[in-house]
């Protein structure tokens, strides 16, 4: 199964098309149920925190309605998750109206103060999730469930949360009220066939929050209310980012964490158990059932890697899955970015126009040449082999993989290497002729007679910034790399705010250098999500290194055998200078473009890219040359940098029309 999560596709805060795609092909893929709505909220007090499906329309059941159809004559089941979100969302959106939770404390991730919860508001929340449920069971999905884990109802479990002295706070059963109080409305509502359960938390691993034994009490009491047919198992506590990520750990942590704590909740409350934390091989999904620990296994962002797990492991085609890396992107990207997507799969949330499997193409086959095999170079290759096109990869290093070997170097994200690894598999099995140690020029391109010629050579450090001194500089490249050895104290200046000067900058405290990360914004690393930057943080901090904001880099000197980084303060205009044995600069990457130019001329298309055609999947027409022999197209850094995803995107568009 997938757990409830939201990607952030709603429209007008219902699931349409987008929605409905996404889970469809999950079901397509084999799955046996999918749990959609990741905290749809039940009333206007609980507004969106992160697209979140706007339950309490009566618009909602036309949607979840076709969804559910759709799921269902794919073999699948459907079921929602519902919920108030209490005090975790924010005041200043939707109605400005104001947070209530069960005590007047602030929830830290998004700094609201609620209300405390008076009488009148009791009646019209247990209302609501009535309501809600009617609303569910009216569009013929299979069951609901409600979130018990960091919401309102959690909030009245938790000591942490709940500082009432009424008949919702102090005891077990008082704190327990609200939750049975909305499940007796439920029941009254819907009656005793949808199926009903809860995603709870039955640990915050928290010395002020909710205990181990107070949660499976809370678990067994729930079952033997009789009006729950699940528990959805969670354990941990998401106050701050920094619990968040032990939550939903990512790479660099242990599978499963939880797993064995789940398998102790299903002994004490014998009722149908699921679970989801880090389970992203078909290993540990097996052992999770055969060894009784789970009775349906969640497998919720190795389905967003790969919607199509299951048919695979039905088919003999285990070895074609693609895997989840546990980098967090799918998380990380919906604040930034509105929405969800896997950092190496461009098809997921975007079914509708690029599908999950390539289709062979309907007219000529073509030659492709593809210069760089990092993803997005790899990416094209896949794509074109499985378009059934004749691919050849020219990589100047002896090993495919680009910047990713770099990022891999720190031992925390090895895992990161599957992106490349699971795509150096499938052009080999598509028949990928891969040629390493091959720095191409012009004349290799051309001998190969193309039709196509994708540039995927990605870039070089850029340190163009710096006024004087670029030539003192290291980059993250060699101290990664290996050509230069981390120095005693090194400053990190990052430019960039992303994952790869955080990267070295871990490497470093590893190696135990003395370090100051130094940036010009106001905050550091701000392109990494909450679920991501708490490792980086954690190594930093135990390495003691010291933070810097607001300072730009201007210049590098020689001091002795020292050097200088001389900084500009642009808010109070002053300079500052910082001495150290080693000044590593991360400022993005500058596009290796020479071959892209050498050919831009013998292309017949010059280069050019309509670009209404590649955001729609559409065949690129362009004819500026009529003597040129190929089109010409280059992508990811070879174009401007930015990210790994984003080179996959472009490869697959170009690719899955070509």
């Known amino acids: 199964m997938s757990t409830a999560h939201e990607p952030g596709y709603t429209e007008d805060g219902l699931p349409k098309e987008r929605y409905r795609l996404y889970h469809a092909e999950k079901a397509r893929g084999g799955m046996a149920m999918t ?25 909602c059941v036309k949607w979840l309605r076709e969804l559910a159809d759709d799921v269902h004559d794919h073999g699948a089941a459907v079921m929602i998750q519902m919920t108030h979100m209490g005090s975790r969302t924010n005041w200043n959106k939707g109605d400005w109206l104001p947070m209530i939770d069960a005590s007047h404390v602030q929830e830290p991730a998004h700094l609201a103060y609620p209300k405390a919860m008076e009488d009148w508001d009791f009646d019209r929340v247990i209302a609501a999730y009535a309501d809600c449920a009617e609303r569910v069971k009216e569009a013929g ?40 109080d909305i499940l007796t409305a439920i029941r009254g509502r819907i009656g005793n066939d949808p199926i009903v359960g809860v995603r709870m938390v039955c640990d915050e691993d928290w010395n002020r929050g909710l205990s181990r034994n107070e949660g499976v009490e809370i678990a067994r009491r729930l079952t033997a209310s009789g009006m729950i047919d699940f528990v959805n198992v969670i354990r941990g ?21 939880h797993l064995d704590f789940a398998g102790e909740v299903r002994q004490q409350v014998r009722i149908p158990t699921f679970h989801a934390a880090r389970i992203q091989d078909v ?33 003999g085609r285990e070895d074609q899955i ?13 604040y930034p970015a509105g929405s969800a997507a896997c950092v190496h799969n461009a098809s997921t949330g975007r079914e509708g126009f690029l599908p999950q499997v390539v289709s062979a193409t309907e007219g000529p086959v073509r030659k492709v040449v593809i210069v760089g095999a990092g993803p997005g170079g790899l990416e094209a290759a896949r794509v074109a082999a499985e378009r059934g096109h004749h691919v050849t990869v020219f990589e100047a290093g002896p090993k495919a993989g680009g910047q990713i070997l770099l990022a891999s170097a720190l031992r925390r994200r090895r895992e990161i290497l599957g992106i490349v690894d699971w795509r150096v598999a499938e052009c080999a099995r598509l028949g990928v002729d891969i040629h390493y140690n091959r720095y191409a020029e012009e004349s290799d391109v051309l001998a190969e007679n193309p039709d196509i010629v994708v540039i995927a050579t990605g870039g070089l450090p850029n340190i163009a910034s710096l006024e004087s001194g670029a030539e003192l500089a290291t980059t993250g490249w060699d101290i990664l790399g290996g050509s230069v050895k981390p120095a005693k104290s090194v400053l990190v200046y990052d430019d960039n705010g992303s994952h790869p000067a955080m990267t070295v900058a871990e490497f470093l405290a590893d190696a135990g250098s003395e370090i100051e990360v130094v940036t010009p914004g106001r905050m550091l690393a701000p392109d990494i999500g909450a679920t991501s930057y708490p490792a980086y943080f954690r190594a930093l901090g135990k390495a003691g290194a010291k933070i810097t904001l607001n300072l730009r880099l201007e210049r590098l000197e020689r001091r002795g055998n020292r050097l200088a980084a001389i900084f500009l303060d642009e808010y109070t205009r002053e300079r500052a200078e910082k001495e150290v044995d080693q000044v590593i600069i991360e ?7 020479e071959l892209y130019f050498a050919l831009k001329p013998l292309s017949v298309n010059e280069g050019a890219v309509d670009y209404r055609s590649f955001a729609a999947i559409r065949p690129q027409t362009i004819m500026k040359n009529a003597t040129g022999k190929f089109q010409l197209f280059r992508i990811g850094d070879a174009v401007a940098s930015r990210n790994i995803h984003a080179a996959i995107y472009d490869a697959h568009r170009f690719m899955a029309v070509a």
Request: glycine share 8%.
């Open 141 to 180: 999905l299979d069951g609901l469930e409600l979130e018990c884990a960091s919401h309102l109802i959690a909030h009245f479990w938790s000591p942490a949360t709940n500082r009432r002295d009424d008949d919702y706070g102090g005891s077990l059963e008082n704190r327990m009220r609200l939750v049975m």
């Open 283 to 315: 290993a540990t999904a097996r052992h999770a059932i055969a060894s009784g620990k789970l009775d349906m296994v969640a497998m919720t962002r190795a389905h967003i890697a790969d919607p199509h797990i299951t048919r695979k492991i039905m088919t």
């Open 237 to 257: 506590h998401v106050a701050t980012d920094e619990a968040l990520s032990h939550v939903i750990p990512n790479m660099g942590t242990r599978a499963a964490p």
């Open 587 to 593: 400022s993005g990457a500058q596009p290796m473009d």
């Open 35 to 59: 749990m959609i709505g990741g905290s749809s909220v039940v009333d206007i007090d609980s507004p969106q925190a992160f697209g979140n499906i706007q339950l309490y329309k009566d618009e």
């Open 322 to 334: 693609r895997p989840c890396v546990g980098m967090g992107f799918c998380i990380d990207s919906i």
